[in-house]
């Protein structure tokens, strides 16, 4: 018996009750983007009908509500990942932007020619080419800790590595592997160098019980359509007393306290980083995703894709036994239930337009990780993520439907 | 498994099992590497050019069964043939992958251009986000082309 009733919460999925063809939809591509529970589609489309206005800059009540409801999300972010501060949350719209907003105000006051920064060889592109774009503008040097065989960070050299180093900047769950990294050491290890810690959990978040405090980092990012909200928001979490210290990232308004002729003063802490009108309404929605996530518990959730991710390796070694590579760790204490996986041969594109004709939906392509898939001596891999809503039945009609593959490219 | 059937025909699978004309070929011959970048898919298209004809072609890369049997079968459609038969056909054949000329027009149909096997590649239409698989050898023989 698992932990959560993957029946009773997909019911909550709108999207996931359609029928294709008259057969049910199999969402297994959770790990590029989830779907949205009915509560997070209600508090939006409430909002908009009756709340919506502008935020911090109109006296009405209206306005002021607006912005109650926005800085009401910020605050169940902070409790989410158990921030210290509220206003060391900064609404970004995804990741990516978040992750940029490090590398660009953060890497170019404090990083100058000849500095490392320490990637690994399973970043998404979100954490790689941000520090190359920094790499061929500021001259820093580019560092990368290599995979053991099963696809785990190869930390016997990370003090080498390390040494010199002014940034780690590392996945705490590879979106192609479903590798969760040891966050809290490899973030004592870069303290340790004298380096900032650059968590890129993404993937992590929506999984897992996230404390900041307790990794001990300085930077995390993360996005909100990976986690049952909406897309167009993002969050970069950051320690007080770096983002006070840095400049902003992008110029305009709500991010100053005054403009003049001659220069301007930036806002606080988080409005400084905020330039713009924010996401508003999914601000609100990424709140109700958090209530949502808050209300079945994050440590059931870790623990029901921990039962989900035993069922799938068992069952699918047990059917296709060598026809099948799951690229990654066996071990579910350090992977999530993300599988990146080679069968019989058959190229990922063509796996996944057969697997959608049982409404079978899996990603091919290099997931934005191109240098992991050089690594893994492959130009694309077909990705199958499990999140809350799916089940071990999801993991049958899989195995059924890679079956079915074969049938066709007769391998 | 039906519905499928329109996209993967027998002749499609049979040059992704056996594609032709797979390999390299040394200099002078031209060298092209074309990318998709949604999959990360790679396809080299070496191409000997002698007096205005196709002397040589080989084929190198990565990919799925559509941009492989693509490939093969371009590779033998184009082999020996003029070089202004080697661009109709391709304007041709991206017509037939609804891709419109550099104008944003429609490509009509040239019916003095055989597609011979390569119309088994006409399912692909159905399926958009394949014609980027179907086009990809060709886009990266233009590159060829242009270099020779």
């Known amino acids: 018996m698992s932990t959560l009733d993957a029946a009773t919460i997909k019911k909550q999925f709108p999207l996931l009750l359609r029928e294709i063809n008259g057969l049910p939809l199999v969402y297994l591509d959770s790990a590029n983007s989830s779907q949205k529970p009915q509560s997070v589609i209600d508090s939006m489309t409430t909002f908009m009908e009756q709340s919506y206005a502008p935020i911090n800059r109109s006296a009405y009540h209206l306005a002021a509500a607006a912005t109650d409801a926005f800085e009401g999300a910020r605050e169940k972010v902070q409790r989410f990942i158990n921030a210290r501060r509220a206003h060391e949350v900064v609404f970004t719209k995804n990741a990516t932007e978040a992750l940029n907003l490090v590398a660009y105000s953060w890497g170019r006051a404090n990083l100058s020619s000849g500095d490392v920064v320490l990637l690994t060889h399973m970043e998404h592109h979100a954490n790689i080419v941000p520090w190359q774009m920094l790499a061929q503008d500021k001259g820093i040097v580019l560092r990368w800790v290599p995979l053991t065989a099963d696809g785990q960070l190869d930390l016997t050299t990370l003090p080498e590595l390390l040494a010199g180093a002014k940034v780690f900047g590392f996945t705490a769950m590879s979106n192609v592997m479903g590798t969760i990294t040891p966050v809290q050491q490899l973030c004592a290890a870069a303290h340790k160098a004298g380096a900032i810690a650059v968590v890129d959990a993404c993937q992590y978040v929506p999984h897992n019980v996230t404390d900041v405090q307790a990794w001990g980092a300085d930077f995390i990012a993360f996005s909100s359509h990976k986690m049952c909200g909406p897309s167009g928001i993002g969050v970069l979490w950051g320690r007080e007393e770096l983002l006070q210290a840095m400049p902003p990232f992008l110029g305009g308004g709500n991010m100053i306290l005054d403009v003049r002729l001659d220069g301007f003063t930036c806002a606080e802490l988080p409005a400084k980083f905020e330039a713009g009108t924010p996401p508003i309404t999914e601000a609100v929605g990424l709140g109700a995703a958090i209530d949502f996530l808050t209300d079945l518990g994050m440590a059931n959730v870790r623990q029901h894709e921990i039962e989900v991710a035993s069922y799938a390796m068992r069952t699918l070694r047990e059917r296709f036994g060598d026809d099948i590579t799951l690229h990654g760790p066996t071990n579910v204490e350090v992977r999530g239930a993300t599988f990146s996986l080679a069968f019989r041969g058959i190229h990922p594109h063509d796996l996944s337009q057969v697997l959608d004709q049982r409404n079978v939906c899996v990603r091919a392509g290099h997931h934005c990780a191109k240098p992991l898939m050089r690594e893994l001596g492959v130009n694309a891999t077909a990705r199958a993520s499990f999140y809350l809503y799916n089940d071990t039945a999801d993991v049958d009609t899989l195995a059924d439907a890679l079956d079915s593959a074969s049938d066709i490219f007769g391998s | ?148």
């Open chain 2, 1 to 148: 498994m039906p519905g499928l059937e329109d996209l993967y025909r027998e002749i499609i699978l049979d040059h992704h099992r056996t594609p032709r004309n797979r390999g390299e070929l040394p200099p002078p011959a031209a060298h092209a590497v074309g990318h998709n970048p949604l999959c990360g898919d790679e396809i080299d298209v070496y191409l000997q050019v002698e007096n205005d004809i196709v002397k040589d072609v080989k084929v190198g890369g990565q990919g799925c069964s559509i941009s492989q049997s693509s490939a093969s079968m371009m590779s033998q459609a184009i082999k020996g043939k003029k070089l202004p038969e080697v661009r109709a056909l391709v304007r041709r054949f991206k017509g037939m992958m609804s891709i419109p000329d550099e104008d944003g027009n429609p490509i009509e149909p040239d019916p003095s251009v055989k597609l011979g096997d390569l119309e088994a590649l006409q399912g692909v239409v159905k399926y958009p986000v394949r014609i980027k698989c179907a086009t990809l050898s060709w886009n990266t023989l233009l590159e060829a082309l242009a270099q020779s």
